[in-house]
Antibody, heavy 119, light 108 residues
């Protein structure tokens, strides 16, 4: 069965960076794009970007351009999302989500990773 | 960029009721690339509907989607206790992909 397992919760200082991982299993990793979605406490879903695990090309939402980097490692079927220059407004749960077909929909989701930014 | 507006913000209903959730797009959604997700507290979203009306794998038939162009609807025919959650619509298939509505909370 398809599974996306994310890394554990993180606490970071303002100005720091965080790198969240998402390990895929149960399907051919290179055949499906992966998205990252942010959800601030009590708020809605915000798309951050998409990565093609085969080759590693990525496209980012304008809001996160220059601050986010998405990478992939086909040898471990893992994608990564690194967000830099963190502020308290980045406190959120970050999800990876598999792309079902044509830039969506998102058919499988990771369990989420809580990132807390606090001094 | 397409903006999705969901209504109502909160829907207060009882088990057994019919729920009708609306999602309106600021411009036409091509090829009915409209999805619905359910999210319960502390959980990741779950895909319910794609292509405006196709049910995802394992989704009960009490969930149905309809609409085209700019107006879409998610209907839950008879609410079960486990259906009380937040529901999001999403436009996909274009750049930037993954635009979400702000959500509708279905509460008891």
């Amino acid at each position: 069965q398809v599974q996306l397992v994310q890394s554990g919760a993180e606490v970071k200082r303002p100005g720091a960076s965080v790198k969240v991982s998402c390990k895929a299993s149960g399907y051919t990793f290179s055949k499906y794009y992966m998205h990252w979605v942010r959800q601030a406490p009590g708020q809605g879903l915000e798309w951050m970007g998409i990565i093609n695990p085969s080759g590693g090309s990525a496209s980012y939402a304008q809001k996160f351009q220059g601050r986010v980097t998405m990478t992939s490692d086909t040898s471990t079927s893992t994608v990564y999302m690194e967000l830099s220059s963190l502020t308290s407004e980045d406190t959120a749960v970050f999800y990876c989500a598999r792309d079902y077909g044509d830039y969506g929909p998102f058919d499988y989701w990771g369990q989420g990773t809580l990132v807390t930014v606090s001094s | 960029e397409t903006v999705l507006t969901q209504s109502p913000g909160t829907l207060s209903l009882s088990p057994g009721d019919r729920a009708t959730l609306s999602c309106r797009a600021s411009q036409s959604v091509s090829s009915s690339y409209l999805a619905w997700y359910q999210q319960k507290p502390g959980q990741a979203p779950r895909l319910l509907i794609y292509g405006a009306s196709g049910r995802a794998t394992g989704i009960p038939d009490r969930f149905s989607g309809s609409g085209s162009g700019t107006d879409f609807t998610l209907t839950i025919s008879r609410l079960e206790p486990e259906d009380f959650a937040v529901y999001y619509c999403q436009q996909y298939g274009s750049s930037p992909p993954g635009t979400f509505g702000q959500g509708t909370k279905v509460e008891i």
